[in-house]
């Protein structure tokens, strides 16, 4: 297999409290990116009847893009920047049907929308789990392409995890899987498959091209430590199935979705800061006037280092993923070290409205 150069990288940032810091990078070999084998594509044949092409009609043009069934009953998951501004949605399934599509929701600060066509007993996706993902593991994206073209299939490896990704109108996407496979200019809306055929990631246009970050915020600046194998290929980012498919059924239920905000703005700690404290956490740099975390008194200079006593945070990417699993109006308890002492405080959290 042909091998390509690539960079092991452990990169410390603090998004918008940035100092210069020293990037620690080992050269190590990954292969780049391959034609699917006889043994691929029977993985990849699993996910194929769950994928279908769109076209989306725009006033400004017409574009592309590959949705996911998820149910059978006609709920198709894609990117919202696939459909965004969409005036005519049309889905051409795997046995060739096309049919019409609506936008159910869309949700710019996750990059995940729902859409549904008149259908029912639709073949489905397996959706699998993101959590025990490996930097290298093999992967499958499966992209539909227009009309009568045999699917885009590559094969490739995760690359990263935990990546933030900075994408555009004052988004960030974050805990982003990065994988080197090869996609179309677009991609949006592609199916990521694990060696056994199930979906772990939804690919995103969205960072395509940018410096995409190796460091996470919570609920504002901040950075976490991440690890990355590079590849000289442009990078493609995939939002984790289990926080896409949570995205999907709130916004089949609500047509919306209301992101929990805590008000604090948190980096990761620096070498001294980890000294002083003794073990990793979220700084809070800066405490919004009226916010829960001002009311349930966090500080300026308080290490959170735990959520609901057992989820703990070691970074400023581990505080946002903790805190999008709960919900507006959630009361969650939050140990900080203050100084040397340990305490505990109690913030409810409010809808974070800020988000486009």
């Known amino acids: 297999m042909v091998g390509a150069a690539a960079m092991l990288l452990v990169v410390l940032a603090i998004g918008g409290f940035d100092t210069e810091r020293h990037v620690a990078v080992s050269q190590i070999q990954v292969p780049e990116p391959k034609d699917p084998a006889p043994s691929d594509r029977a993985i990849a044949d699993r996910a194929l009847p769950a994928v279908a092409h769109l076209h989306v009609r725009r006033a400004n043009g017409d574009t592309s893009g590959t949705a996911i069934v998820f149910r059978d009953d006609g709920h198709l998951m894609t990117t919202a920047e696939a459909v965004d501004g969409a005036e005519v949605i049309s889905v051409q399934l795997a046995d060739g049907r096309t049919l019409d599509a609506t936008v159910i929701g869309s949700d710019r600060a996750s990059d995940i929308s729902v859409i549904k066509i008149d259908a029912a007993q639709l073949p489905t996706a397996v959706l699998g789990t ?139 700690l620096s070498e001294d800061q980890f000294e002083a404290v003794g073990r990793h956490g979220a700084r809070v740099e800066d405490v919004a006037t009226g916010s829960p975390a001002d009311e349930a008194d966090l500080r300026t200079g308080d290490v959170i280092v735990s959520i609901d006593s057992g989820h703990a945070i070691e970074s400023s990417s581990d505080l946002v993923v903790a805190l999008r699993g709960h919900h507006p109006g959630e009361p969650v308890a939050i140990t900080v070290m203050r100084g040397s002492d340990e305490e505990v405080v109690t913030a409810t959290l409010s809808e974070n409205t800020s988000l486009p």
């Open 130 to 268: 993101d959590d025990h993902l490996q930097l290298g593991e093999p992967t499958i994206a499966i992209e539909a392409l227009d009309g009568n073209n045999a699917p885009n299939i590559s094969v490739g490896l995760i690359s990263a995890l935990r990546r933030r990704v900075e994408a555009g109108s004052g988004t960030t996407l974050h805990d982003m899987i990065q994988t080197n496979v090869r996609l179309t200019e677009s991609g949006a809306g592609a199916a990521l498959v694990d060696s056994s055929g199930a979906v772990i990631g939804v690919v995103t246009h969205r960072g395509m091209g940018d410096d995409a970050s190796g460091s996470s915020s919570g609920n504002g600046s901040g950075s976490s430590t991440s690890t990355a194998i590079g590849s000289t290929l442009v990078p493609r980012f995939a939002t984790p199935i289990g926080f896409a498919k949570q995205v999907a059924d709130e916004l089949i239920l609500h047509g919306r979705v209301a992101h929990p905000w805590l008000g604090v703005r948190s980096s990761d």
